[in-house]
Every structure is written in structure tokens, then in C-alpha cells.
């Protein structure tokens, strides 16, 4: 469970991160939108494989990445829509975003929140 939520903080912070360096193309007015499409981004990526299984594509690291790139994209281009205060200007900007998201979080998730999690 302390993983879990070191990954929804990390992925939370990349994610208000990323957008101040977007140049407004991918904007959080708040905390809360960055909360909300955090919880919604986590539980997709933890199951990533599972669900690249499920559409019968081979779960090769690369095929799961692309897969996750362009969930991730599509994800965050919908929520644009459902949630207040979160906007994407569209979903090749989602995509590109995603796909930046997902090396730095492939480096957040299996490197440094195993080690944050020994800390605490």
C-alpha cells in the first residue's frame, strides 16, 4: 500500500511538473486536478500488462510501453473533458505528453519509489 502511494505522489509531481514545461498546452489549475487524473493514470499503468495480455498483443517491455504511451494519451485527452480545471490541447499533444511522462516514470517507478519506500 506505502508503494502504491509513493507512486500516485511521484506520478502526481511529474505530472504538475511536465505541464509548467508544456508552455501551457497541458494545463492543472490546481492540486486537485492533479490528484484526480493521478488516480486515474496509476491503476491504468499498474495493470498495463494485464491489459496488453487481454488484447492479445505479446507482453514484450516494448510492446507494453507503446501501449501504455498510447493509453496514457487517450486517458489524459478524455479527462480533459470529465474533469474541471485540467485541459489538453489535443490529443497529439496528449500522446507526446504521454510518451515524455513515461520515461521519466519508468525511472520514478522502478528505480527511485523502491527506494523512497526503504526510507520510509
Known amino acids: 500500500m506505502k508503494l502504491i502511494l ?4 511521484a506520478n502526481a509531481a511529474l505530472l504538475y511538473g511536465l ?3 508544456c ?6 489549475r490546481g492540486i486537485v486536478p492533479v ?3 493521478a488516480i ?3 491503476p491504468l499503468n499498474v495493470f498495463m500488462v494485464e491489459l496488453v495480455g487481454l488484447v492479445g498483443i505479446t507482453a514484450t517491455p516494448l510492446s507494453v510501453f507503446v501501449a501504455a504511451i498510447l493509453c496514457n494519451g487517450v486517458m489524459l485527452y478524455a479527462l480533459s473533458y470529465i474533469i474541471p480545471r485540467f485541459t489538453v490541447e489535443n ?7 504521454a510518451a515524455i511522462m513515461g520515461g521519466v516514470a519508468l525511472f520514478l517507478n522502478f ?6 519506500a526503504g526510507l520510509l
Open 6 to 9: 509513493i507512486k500516485l505522489v
Open 19 to 21: 505541464a509548467l514545461l
Open 23 to 28: 508552455g501551457g498546452r497541458i494545463k492543472f
Open 35 to 37: 490528484l484526480s487524473v
Open 40 to 42: 486515474f493514470i496509476v
Open 91 to 97: 490529443l497529439p499533444i496528449a500522446i507526446a505528453f
Open 111 to 116: 528505480f527511485l519509489a523502491d527506494q523512497l
